[in-house]
Nanobody, 124 residues
Framework: QVQLVESGGGLVQAGGSLRLSCAAS????????MGWFRQAPGKEREFVAV????????GYPDSVKGRFTISRDNAKNTVYLQMNSLKPEDTAVYFC?????????????????WGQGTQVTVSS
């Protein structure tokens, strides 16, 4: 069992930055690929970023590529999402998730554990 707790959300103006953190419980954090997803009101959950177990590989959709960076610190059981050049369309609840795989999963069904989410609001 893995418990995930996100933090770092908030209100920011367009063009600004935020860094989200996701702290994981347990001793097996390094055996999970970690991902970030987001969900805006009335929309489906959307893939945002993924990082491999070692941190050596990452993946992003075109909508955030070049603006968002995912990283992890296995010694601290924490994954981060640095978000720069934020846009109003980035407004959503952001979730971190853990997948017990050596691949880079990009669909929500591939993930085993989820956090409760943190709200990010970007004003224009």
């Amino acid at each position: 069992q893995v418990q995930l707790v996100e933090s770092g959300g908030g209100l920011v103006q367009a063009g600004g930055s935020l860094r989200l953190s996701c702290a994981a419980s347990g001793r097996t954090f390094s055996t999970y690929a970690m991902g970030w997803f987001r969900q805006a009101p009335g929309k489906e959950r959307e893939f945002v970023a993924v990082i491999s177990r070692s941190g050596g590989s990452t993946g992003y959709p075109d909508s955030v590529k070049g603006r968002f960076t995912i990283s992890r610190d296995n010694a601290k059981n924490t994954v981060y999402l640095q978000m720069n050049s934020l846009k109003p369309e980035d407004t959503a609840v952001y979730f971190c998730a853990a997948a017990r795989t050596y691949h880079l999963p990009s669909t929500s069904s591939q993930y085993d554990y989820w956090g409760q989410g943190t709200q990010v609001t970007v004003s224009s």
